[in-house]
T-cell receptor, first 111, second 113 residues
Framework: GIQVEQSPPDLILQEGANSTLRCNFSDSVNNLQWFHQNPWGQLINLFYIPSGTKQNGRLSATTVATERYSLLYISSSQTTDSGVYFC?????????????FGPGTSLSVIP | EPEVTQTPSHQVTQMGQEVILRCVPISNHLYFYWYRQILGQKVEFLVSFYNNEISEKSEIFDDQFSVERPDGSNFTLKIRSTKLEDSAMYFCASNRQTYNEQFFGPGTRLTVL
């Protein structure tokens, strides 16, 4: 099955700093989503981005499907950005619809 | 904006007891899923459900688990005889068609004592 890797595994930022989180996947995908898991454990849907670039406020994401990676940019980070960021993909070579999650990047933003 | 809801938010149960986790998917969605996240680990697929049938299940989804859509709105996950290792966050998700964005509920934290 498809493998999903995320880097870095952990990241500590000073408030106001920018960061880039990376997701690599081993095979072609039908869709790709980025999630933020908040301290209460809820999964917040950030982007549905099987290809191209999207922006939402201080966050933006780019997926280059042909090269099998996606990037999540966080600009002017705030303490509320802390949490775990997951990339999740749906493999295109199967007829099944399950989403495979990466291991996550744990982000801590300190004041 | 419509969203997936889950109840309860936190369930505590004794080992060996049966639990039912409930989900209300987005109303015009047709595909439903359960995922599990053991504390500190990644989110894992359990089962997908379409047209009142399981379409795929993972190795985790053994005979102690079952899913049901008892009416037009609810989607449930039943664990027949809970074990300590079933303690986890359980997420329900839905989408309108396959290979589309999946919308996740807020999760139910299950604690088995």
């Amino acid at each position: 099955g498809i493998q999903v890797e995320q880097s870095p595994p952990d990241l500590i930022l000073q408030e106001g700093a920018n960061s880039t989180l990376r997701c690599n996947f081993s095979d072609s995908v039908n869709n790709l989503q980025w999630f933020h898991q908040n301290p209460w454990g809820q999964l917040i849907n950030l982007f549905y981005i099987p290809s191209g670039t999207k922006q939402n406020g201080r966050l933006s994401a780019t997926t280059v499907a042909t090269e099998r990676y996606s990037l999540l940019y966080i600009s002017s980070s705030q303490t509320t950005d802390s949490g775990v960021y997951f990339c999740a993909v749906e493999e295109s070579k199967t007829s099944y619809d399950k989403v495979i999650f990466g291991p996550g990047t744990s982000l801590s933003v300190i004041p | 904006e419509p969203e997936v809801t889950q109840t309860p938010s936190h369930q505590v149960t004794q080992m060996g007891q049966e639990v039912i986790l409930r989900c209300v998917p987005i109303s015009n969605h047709l595909y439903f899923y359960w995922y599990r996240q053991i504390l500190g680990q990644k989110v894992e697929f359990l089962v997908s459900f379409y047209n009142n049938e399981i379409s795929e299940k993972s190795e985790i989804f053994d005979d102690q688990f079952s899913v049901e859509r008892p009416d037009g709105s609810n989607f449930t996950l039943k664990i027949r005889s809970t074990k300590l290792e079933d303690s986890a966050m359980y997420f329900c998700a839905s989408n309108r068609q396959t290979y589309n964005e999946q919308f996740f509920g807020p999760g139910t934290r299950l604690t088995v004592l």
